[in-house]
């Protein structure tokens, strides 16, 4: 409802990216982006636009790749996380929830930036009256009433869990690792722990019967796809223990030609996310990373750049409907024809390619990773 929020078609296109982007990183872009497209759709059904125009397109690609760029922290989106357990277990390099911050947040800046330029030059043409989508905003605002306690739970868990991602390696690095207090920190607390912590307050903190966090809402977690991601580690696994993962990156060598740490980047970043648009980020990444990492260590050079292109490619697949799960809700609107899809898309994967590996390459070897 904030003035400058909805001053124009374009600010109101970079507002919904940016807290869809926001809020992803912490929670599943699928769940982001349906939450988000009624709020989209409502918009729309209230701003004022010529004949012709193709606003109604932006705002829902924004809503998808919004949500899906969030790749900043490593708990945005599973393929993160099986990077860093692979990278840890393989290449031996441990990476922190700061440091994947330091190259993962200017790359997510970027993207978020990059997209809400592409949709501006596509589709944002025609200019519409934003006055009614923000009155809109200020009257569903005041409806909603103060903090419930459920609310107010669900804020301090997520602020403990930050707390605890963060506190440990910003203790290292203002007091040094040799400082008892922060080797304890980053030793004992931590990413799992974090999380389990923030869970189990979920549980503890007081509110009223109807809105108190049982284990019967806990029930209704998606466990499947925790299962998934855990299976796709053991998969990566069992690639490297049987020697698969060696073997195919040495035919990837000899096929591509690349045999130097850039090119062999540029190459896994350009497959993760080609085969992103066909099948789900975490399939892609359970599959692409122990092939980055072998075709890696085969032509001697550090696996941590590529196996990182991976998990961020496998991100960036936006040209189908099938592509993302945000893509096939907004999708199901009605608004956003598989062509314009397809013709945008094209572009933001151009976009991901490059805003990937120019990211990479220009902040891994300051952190003494590449």
Request: hydrophobic share 55%; glycine share 10%.
């Amino acid at each position: 409802g904030r003035k400058w929020a909805t001053a124009s078609s374009s600010m109101l296109l970079l507002t919904l990216g940016s807290l869809t982007c926001l809020i992803s990183l912490f929670v599943s872009n699928t769940a982001v982006t349906a939450i988000f497209l009624p709020i989209g759709l409502s918009m729309l059904s209230v701003i004022k636009r010529p004949e012709g125009s193709r606003y109604p397109i932006a705002i829902m690609l924004m809503l998808t790749w919004g949500s899906s760029v969030a790749v900043g922290v490593p708990v945005g989106t599973p393929p993160n996380l099986i990077a860093m357990s692979m990278i840890e277990s393989e290449a031996g390099t441990k990476l922190s929830f700061t440091q994947w911050m330091q190259f993962g947040m200017p790359i997510t800046v970027a993207m978020v930036l990059g997209s809400w330029l592409v949709l501006n030059a596509m589709y944002g043409r025609h200019k519409v009256a934003t006055a009614d989508a923000r009155a809109l905003a200020q009257e569903n605002l005041a409806g909603m009433g103060r903090v419930t306690a459920a609310e107010r739970n669900t804020m301090i868990a997520f602020g403990v869990a930050m707390a605890m991602w963060i506190v440990p390696d910003l203790s290292v690095a203002v007091f040094g690792s040799e400082n008892v207090a922060a080797a304890w920190l980053q030793k004992h607390v931590t990413a799992a722990v974090a999380a389990l912590s923030a869970a189990a307050l979920l549980f503890l903190l007081p509110a009223v019967d109807e809105q108190k966090f049982t284990w019967r809402e806990a029930r209704k977690i998606d466990w499947g796809t925790i299962l998934l991601f855990g299976g796709g580690i053991a998969l990566g696994q069992a690639m490297f223990g049987s020697g698969l993962a060696k073997e195919l990156g040495a035919l990837a060598a000899e096929a591509s030609g690349a045999n130097t740490l850039w090119a062999i980047t540029a190459l896994c970043i350009a497959a993760a996310i080609l085969l992103s648009e066909l099948a789900s980020n975490t399939a892609a990444a359970t599959t692409l990373v122990p092939v980055a990492i072998g075709l890696a260590n085969g032509a001697g050079v550090s696996p941590i750049a590529p196996a990182l292109g991976v998990a961020i490619g496998a991100s960036f697949g936006f040209m189908l409907p099938v592509s993302t799960a945000p893509n096939a809700i907004v999708y199901s609107s009605g608004l956003v024809p598989s062509r314009e899809m397809l013709r945008s898309g094209i572009l933001i994967d151009i976009l991901g390619f490059i805003v990937t590996l120019v990211g990479l390459w220009l902040i891994l070897p300051m952190m003494g990773l590449a």
